[in-house]
């Protein structure tokens, strides 16, 4: 009986190390067929940066794949033979011309010439369709004649680094391994029902830091995080051995209350969990998902953060878990944060939130993206700019790191506090309860009032 146990566990473990040398797919067959995945076109998977020309040079470590203008098929294809033991493949750039230039006729054609030139990629190698691989456009913009573009480099630049040796580690059969595979199975098959993982945001950032002990993690549960949520449990319990996760805080943005009964700092629908107890934690996150799934644009992080240093005061390291594409409603609180915010932006392809920056240098905390750590945030307090993730920030007039693109969007500006009014003062905790609604109602502000007489 034993033997058997021991025989599949280390099925298990094969299993694992399997899992962890592979990747996800980062673009899907209907995305390279140019059609639109909700309102999302395929471009949209891409940082995109315009350029007056591509120069044709020797790039060290990178390969170039020439298309021809307006053409997919690989002219050199043979150039492209790697060897994965020795070389990793870090960036992915599509070389493109904006001409002609016909507004929505060339970001059709644009599209779908896009679609074509991956699948003929992916033809030669489909291990480059992958989650890890960072993808680009280059777009050319210095071209006004027919014969200017199509005497212009178009195609794709492959670029690689030299790959780490991975260390042979022998797997602990023991009954607690046992214990540990079988909740990361449950936690995969979770992810798995929440439509896949998103990206290795987490698995990324955690790996670079194992020097992160009795970690505090306080996590954004509303409905777009759940996967990426669930990757960080998931990471816990495949290094349960080193892993210095020890508290969870999960929020969900007050479950389900209505956004007019949500007061700046009692907001609710937030959890706790001890990390060390993987079980309890998996039916925590499920519970908080019953409860609420947010909904709206904005959240609140900052009641979060607040609420886990009062449940677990005895930490080394606060970590947020934050989702990129939404706005923190409770900034203003930020000041009662009184040590430094370790964030994990999520979903980030299309750029940094600035809110986040914002919050990272008031903490005097650090930012981490799947590919970089911007870890000297206090000194930027002192800086009028600053570049993050090839993306330009300054400061305005009061002191918010704004984009330095006018064109990008600011739709977090309301929630900032510009005329820096003193936050609220909590309640004390034995006196309230989360779901209750705030009373009496000079408590909400005359909008609140408004809006909450015209939904009863």
């Known amino acids: 009986m034993f033997r058997g146990i021991v025989w599949v566990a280390l099925l298990l473990a094969v299993s694992v190390s399997a899992q962890t040398d592979t990747c996800s797919r980062r673009f899907t067959d209907k995305l390279l067929s140019g059609k639109r995945n909700g309102t ?36 050199n294809p043979h150039l492209w033979k790697p060897d994965y033991n020795k070389i990793e493949v870090t960036n ?22 896009l679609g074509e030139r991956l699948k003929a990629l992916f033809d030669l190698d489909p291990r480059l369709n992958c989650q890890r691989i960072k993808y680009s456009i280059l777009v050319q913009t210095a071209f006004n004649c027919d014969s200017m573009a199509r ?32 909740y990361h199975k449950q936690v995969e098959q979770f992810i798995k029902d929440q439509g896949g993982l998103q990206d290795s945001t987490a698995f990324k950032v955690f790996d670079r830091h194992p020097e992160w002990k ?21 990471w816990h319990a495949l290094h349960h051995n080193s892993s210095g996760i020890k508290f969870y805080t999960f929020f969900n943005d007050g ?40 909904g709206d644009i904005a959240e609140n992080d900052i009641e979060a953060l607040i609420e886990a240093q009062k449940e677990y005061p005895n930490f080394n390291q606060l970590i947020l878990i934050a989702d990129n594409s939404a706005c923190v409603r409770d900034f203003k609180l930020s000041d009662s944060i009184k040590v430094p915010v370790k964030i994990i932006l999520c979903g980030t392809s299309r750029g940094i939130n ?34 993050i993730g090839g993306w330009d920030f300054s400061k305005n007039m009061d002191g918010i790191y704004v984009p330095t693109d006018p064109k990008r969007e600011m739709e ?3 929630y900032y506090d510009f005329n820096r009014e003193q936050p609220q003062k909590q309640v004390p905790k034995d006196k309230k309860k989360q779901n209750d609604l705030p009373k009496p109602d000079e408590k909400l502000s005359a909008w609140q009032r408004l809006l909450k007489k015209l939904r009863l």
Not at 92 to 113: H, Q, R, T
Not at 155 to 171: D, E, N, S, T, W
């Open 40 to 75: 999302a076109h395929l471009h949209d998977s891409f940082f995109v940066k315009e350029i007056k020309t591509f120069s044709i040079k020797k790039i060290p470590m990178a390969v170039i794949l020439e298309n021809g203008f307006g053409q997919s098929k690989l002219k």
């Open 92 to 113: 992915v750039e599509m070389i493109f011309s904006k001409y002609p230039n016909k507004g929505k006729d060339w970001d059709a054609g644009f599209n779908k010439l």
């Open 151 to 182: 005497a212009a480099f178009h195609g794709i630049v492959i670029k690689y680094k030299r790959a780490k040796k991975k260390p042979i580690v022998k797997p602990v059969i023991n009954k607690d391994s046992l214990q540990k595979i079988s």
């Open 214 to 234: 009795k970690s505090l993690i306080v996590m954004d549960w509303t409905s777009s995080m759940y996967p990426y949520g669930a990757s960080v449990v998931l």
């Open 255 to 294: 479950d389900n209350k209505p956004e007019y009964a949500k007061v700046m700092g009692y907001t609710g629908g937030i959890y706790h969990a001890e990390a060390d107890d993987l079980d309890e934690v998996i039916k925590l996150f499920r519970l908080v998902m019953r409860k609420g799934t947010g």
């Open 354 to 387: 600035p809110m986040f920056l914002n919050l990272a240098a008031k903490t005097r905390g650090s930012l981490h993206t799947i590919e970089e750590d911007i870890l000297l945030m206090a000194d930027s307090m002192n800086q009028d700019h600053i570049v």
């Open 412 to 414: 977090c500006m309301q």
